[in-house]
């Protein structure tokens, strides 16, 4: 399948050809027939992604402050490998398309394959959405006038948010594609509209779509005199500049306790005088309308009761379709140049260099009539003789930040087969990294008799089936932590290690801390030393509550995602499983923040050592996040974040450099040496199960306020 894709390092947009989505749960696939292009938008985009690095960075000041953060915390050579890495990561363009369902996932009731739809999808031949970012096309809209269904949500929620009765006067600023359809909208409400911009060749348009005045630049007069003198009842502001000009033109253009809503883009410097003065309200609005950026609607696909949310993105995009079945919002006039979807470069092309004027741009499909291919070749197959052949499932930015540059450096491995959900993501990481196929399917993994080691790198809570399937596959297993998020995920992962009993794969999590040269060194200091004691401070930083990780269903929460490399760390250092797990945090004050990030965990261990674990979130972003010390035999070791130790003994102090290696450059040659070798397990089972148990517990014991004991056959 064809997808447009945009190329944040070099500001290439092209059409790549990736493997067919999979159809997840809550989603459909959709076969798109026809696209628009959001010109405003993708514009802005492609032109920042056109720009140099120090551009970029000065576009978006965010990025560079967590750029700086990194380097002081990683070290400069880490944290520019990163910046590298996010920015040879493609992006979809696109948010707007129309086509045909070709499949429905599980739990999707509201569509059927066969049933024609508007999306928020992107500008793709095939596309995998949730179900309530699409809805119906009625009869008698042609796929091309819904492809300008999400463009004209984005304008409608700023009409809900303007609260225009019949008989309002209505001033829209900016008469790009949104402001049109702004215009069309309004009057379909019942309002007077006067519709103003820039270029006199868009006021035509705008009269057509029924606005009763119209005027360039700022005409104040000419609108005072439209309302009569009181000023209108309310501003949608459609332009896009860096200008405070339109703020500035709407207040003085709106009546005492008008509102003014921003849809596009303009300076937010709002001037005082005459806000104070009419009690002014503006309002910024958010794209298509409540649900938009929720995973929980957009993923999960819970819709929001009508009774409290009257106007969901899906109830904006289905009204939108009715007034385009109306004939109350003629978008089919919008169009000013179609091209196919192998021709999407040329329109992007058209509205960065603007040497014509344009307004619709509509990219066009052949539709396909069934589910497209989910495996594709990148490559002959390339294996020599002793070489290892390795697949991987699941590229994040872990994966590719972390895992992948390491990988590619290591010697005698003959790359197979990329899996990720989305086929961009295989298609490009699995053509960087030189692999021989692309798929979206695990099964082609599995089946691939050349495959005899694979790397899991998926969201958490897919783990499990994917370690229990490669392990019945009879292929060896690295998954990156944690093992499961659940402890009937590790009751059915023992349950399969056990029936496979010596003909096991080789299965390691990818708790890569205790193979540090800082880890190993405090190991052999201690060496014939029991009980010992150790103390961990593990202050990750913040992490927003609607994170994926901190979805119990998803990611686990953070002990278990996280806190666990913590675990593994205290159990490599003091050479003993654990025993008993207790786990204290903060009492929760109010709000939706969890406390399950600010804890205490105390570990026994079955030797009699006892490690305490402070996972903490809320402390100062700058401050050195990890710390680790141990005692015992009159001895005591100091890792301070990986940077220096500190070896105590007889009075005397020894330190050394950690080089701020996390374990990370010894964890992937070990589990690929095991592999190659049948060398034994470089974690042993019962370690990789007691620290998972120990995860579970910890957040168990958080529930219930009880210390629980790990039992271990």
């Not at 045909?100 to 508007?118: N, P, T, W």
């Not at 309302?227 to 005492?256: H, K, L, M």
């Amino acid at each position: 399948m064809q997808l447009v894709v945009q190329n944040i390092r070099n500001g290439g947009t092209a059409v790549r050809t990736v493997p067919g989505p999979a159809c997840l749960p809550g989603h459909i696939l959709v076969a798109n027939a026809a696209s628009a292009i959001s010109a405003g938008t993708e514009r802005y985009v492609v032109e920042l992604a056109r720009k140099s690095l120090v551009g970029k960075l000065c576009e978006r000041p965010d990025d560079a402050r967590r750029l700086l953060q990194k380097v002081r915390q990683e070290g400069l050579r880490s944290a520019i490998a990163q910046a590298q890495a996010t920015l040879d990561k493609p992006m979809t363009l696109g948010y707007s398309s129309a086509g045909i369902v070709l499949e429905c996932g599980h739990g999707v009731q509201d569509f059927k394959a066969g049933d024609r739809v508007a999306t928020a999808g992107p500008h793709a031949s095939v596309i995998c959405i949730g179900h309530n970012l699409c809805a119906r096309i009625p009869e008698g809209v042609s796929f091309e006038q819904a492809a300008y269904t999400s463009l004209a949500a984005v304008s409608l929620q700023g009409l809900h948010l303007a609260h225009l009765t019949l008989g309002h006067r209505v001033l829209i600023v900016g008469l790009g594609l949104i402001g049109q359809i702004c215009v069309a909208l309004a009057k379909a409400q019942g309002c007077a509209v006067f519709a103003t911009d820039v270029d006199p060749r868009k006021l035509a348009l705008a009269s057509t779509f029924g606005a009763n005045q119209t005027g360039l630049g700022s005409p104040l007069d000419a609108v005072m005199a439209f309302s009569n003198s009181y000023g209108v009842d309310a501003v949608i502001i459609t332009a896009a500049t860096d200008s405070n000009g339109p703020i500035e033109f709407a207040a003085e253009a709106c009546r005492p306790k008008g509102r003014i809503v921003l849809v596009g883009v303009a300076g937010l410097s709002v001037p005082r005088a005459p806000f104070f003065k009419k009690e002014l309200e503006f309002t910024v609005s958010s794209s298509l309308g409540p649900g938009r950026g929720d995973p929980v609607y957009e993923e999960k696909g819970m819709d929001y009761p009508i009774g409290y949310a009257r106007w969901t993105v899906q109830r904006n995009m289905q009204a939108v379709l009715e007034l385009i079945a109306a004939g109350k919002l003629p978008v089919e006039h919008l169009t000013t140049h179609r091209f196919s979807i192998e021709q999407a470069s040329e329109a992007y092309d058209l509205i960065t260099s603007r040497t014509e004027p344009y307004l619709g741009i509509v990219l066009q499909y052949p539709v396909e009539q069934k589910p497209p291919a989910r495996r594709l070749i990148l490559a002959p197959p390339r294996i020599s003789k002793g070489d290892l052949g390795v697949s991987m499932i699941g590229a994040g930015n872990f994966a590719r930040l972390i895992m992948m540059p390491i990988l590619r450096n290591i010697k005698g491995i003959a790359w197979r087969g990329m899996c990720t959900a989305g086929g961009l993501n295989a298609e490009d990481s699995g053509r960087r990294m030189g692999f021989q196929f692309a798929t979206t399917d695990a099964v082609e993994i599995w089946n691939d008799p050349a495959t005899k080691a694979v790397f899991i790198a998926t969201r958490h809570h897919l783990h499990a089936d994917f370690v229990i399937a490669g392990l019945r596959a009879g292929k060896h297993v690295f998954v990156e932590k944690p093992l499961c998020i659940c402890e009937e995920q590790l009751e059915h992962i023992r349950g399969c290690v056990e029936d496979l009993g010596d003909d096991c794969p080789l299965l390691m999590v990818g708790f890569n801390r205790r193979f540090a040269p800082a880890i190993q060194q405090i190991r052999k200091f201690f060496e014939g030393i029991a009980p010992r004691t150790i103390a961990y401070r593990f202050a990750s930083g913040y992490i927003p509550h609607d994170h994926w990780t901190q979805d119990e269903g998803v990611g686990g929460g953070r002990l278990i995602g996280e806190a666990c490399h913590a675990i593994d760390t205290c159990v490599a250092l003091a050479g003993s499983a654990p025993a008993k797990v207790y786990a204290e945090c903060v009492d929760k004050v109010s709000g939706t923040e969890t406390t399950d990030d600010k804890v205490f965990i105390i570990l026994r261990h079955a030797d009699g050592s006892v490690s305490n674990i402070s996972y903490q979130s809320d402390g100062d972003c700058a401050f050195p996040p990890e710390r680790i010390e141990m005692f015992g035999g009159g001895r005591t070791a100091v890792n301070d974040c990986w940077h220096t130790l500190q070896f105590w003994n007889g009075s005397r102090c020894k330190k050394t450099s950690g080089a701020k290696d996390k374990g990370h450059q010894a964890v992937f040659p070990a589990f690929l040496e095991a592999c190659r070798n049948g060398d034994s397990w470089p974690i042993p089972w019962n370690e990789i199960y007691g620290v998972t148990w120990a995860s579970l517990m910890a957040v168990r014991s958080l529930r219930e306020g009880a210390p629980f004991a790990v039992e271990l056959d």
